[in-house]
């Protein structure tokens, strides 16, 4: 099947941050899954013992997902959901170290905001919570200053998110 990819197309900021959400609520699941494993696999009783090698562990999952997901075709799930694709600036997918640094550089998107929640000495859900989404609508505003409004990691990597819908089927064909 062949696709069309418009290197000048980025995607909307909010159509953006949708598919943002999105992929918070999928990767709750794979969470889940391997937060479930890791403590059948550790025998883990108690939810704070172990827990770093937890962190460490989904932390390598997380990473393998989206390094997984962007050097093979450059969509996750809800990046397809949301039709968004991420390839070099060039136009061209992505290679695993590259996916790699944007997946490491990702991180960006959390760190102030943790930083500033640990700083504060705050233990609250809700003002972790509430912190932590004013961080990232900070940082996505940001993009605002990119000429071609492409987030900062994506601007570092050599990396940029474009609209990608693939070609349409003609009738009475059978997807390949």
């Known amino acids: 099947m062949t696709s069309a990819v418009d ?5 909307g900021i909010w159509r ?3 598919c943002f959400l999105y992929e918070g609520v999928l990767l709750f ?3 889940m899954i391997f937060g479930y494993l890791y403590g059948t696999l550790t025998q883990q009783r108690n939810a704070m013992d172990g827990r770093y090698g937890l962190m460490a562990f989904l932390f390598l999952v997380l ?5 997984w997901f962007w050097s093979h075709g450059g969509q996750t ?5 949301w039709h968004v694709r991420v390839v070099n600036r060039d136009g061209t997918p992505l290679s695993q170290p590259r ?9 960006i998107w ?6 500033a929640a640990w700083l504060a000495g705050l233990h609250s859900v809700g003002a972790i919570t509430g912190l932590l989404i004013a961080g990232v609508l900070a940082y996505a505003a940001l993009a605002r ?3 071609r409004r492409q987030f900062w990691h994506d601007a570092v990597c050599g990396t940029q998110l474009v609209t990608w819908r693939p070609a349409p089927r003609r009738r009475g064909t059978l997807p390949a």
């Open 7 to 11: 290197t000048q197309d980025t995607p």
């Open 110 to 115: 959390f760190l102030p905001a943790t930083a």
């Open 145 to 147: 200053l990119h000429p």
């Open 99 to 107: 996916a790699l640094l944007r997946s490491l550089l990702c991180w």
């Open 16 to 18: 953006r941050l949708a």
């Open 63 to 67: 990473t393998v997902y989206f390094v």
């Open 77 to 81: 799930v809800a990046m397809k959901a």
């Open 29 to 31: 699941g794979v969470v």
